[in-house]
């Protein structure tokens, strides 16, 4: 029998993190699926999704501890199958671009989860606006909404905080 489990991970950047890691896992027969990696701030984080043997699980735990020790965070959790219904959900992506200030990411997510949709995948960064060198708040939000949502009183109330918070949202069905 197979488990799957997520493993997440977070450490100083060095050349050969991925290859210890994933080392790790091919020795005791595991199958690297899917991951999210990146580095930020000095940092190497990920996400990565693993198949095993179930009597493999235990001992894959034990040594990927190992690599905690190094000063190389590691979590195994268990992965569920309680997510919602893929059928039942349409896709919805946003892009938000304005100066970069606290609460953009706050003030979206508020949005979003008060009609129910779920965030799946957020990618931001701040980068220097050409001209003037101001700072910059980017981000690409890809989510799944319930097939009753109301899009447009979903896009009355982005367009609020658009307005609240200086930013441009754009928001693309499907």
């Known amino acids: 029998m197979e488990s799957t489990f997520i493993i997440t991970f977070i450490g100083d950047d060095r050349p ?29 984080a990920g996400l990565v999704q ?6 493999q699980c235990e001992a894959l735990r034990l040594a990927l501890k190992t690599m905690d020790q190094q000063g190389f965070s590691v979590r195994v959790t268990p992965a569920s199958s309680t997510g919602a219904s893929v059928e039942s959900q349409q896709l919805l992506r946003l892009s938000i671009l304005g100066p970069d200030r606290p609460g953009i990411v706050r ?6 989860a008060a009609q129910s949709i779920n965030v799946i995948d957020m990618h931001s960064h701040v ?17 799944e909404v319930p ?6 009183e ?9 307005d609240e918070m200086d930013v441009d949202i754009h928001l693309n069905p499907g």
């Not at 693993?50 to 009597?55: D, M, P, Q, R």
């Not at 097939?147 to 447009?152: A, H, N, Q, R, S």
């Not at 979903?154 to 658009?162: F, G, I, K, P």
Request: overall charge negative; proline content about 1%; cysteine-free.
């Open 16 to 44: 050969g993190l991925v290859e210890e890691l994933s080392s790790t896992i091919a020795r005791f027969g595991g199958n690297w699926q899917e991951s999210r990696l990146s580095q930020l701030a000095g940092k190497f």
């Open 50 to 55: 693993v198949t095993l043997a179930s009597e």
């Open 107 to 112: 003030e979206v997510s508020a949005a979003l």
């Open 127 to 143: 980068s220097s606006a050409p001209m003037s060198a101001e700072l910059l708040f980017n981000a690409n939000v890809e989510a």
């Open 147 to 152: 097939e009753d949502t109301d899009l447009e």
């Open 154 to 162: 979903l896009a009355d109330r982005l367009e609020q905080v658009s």
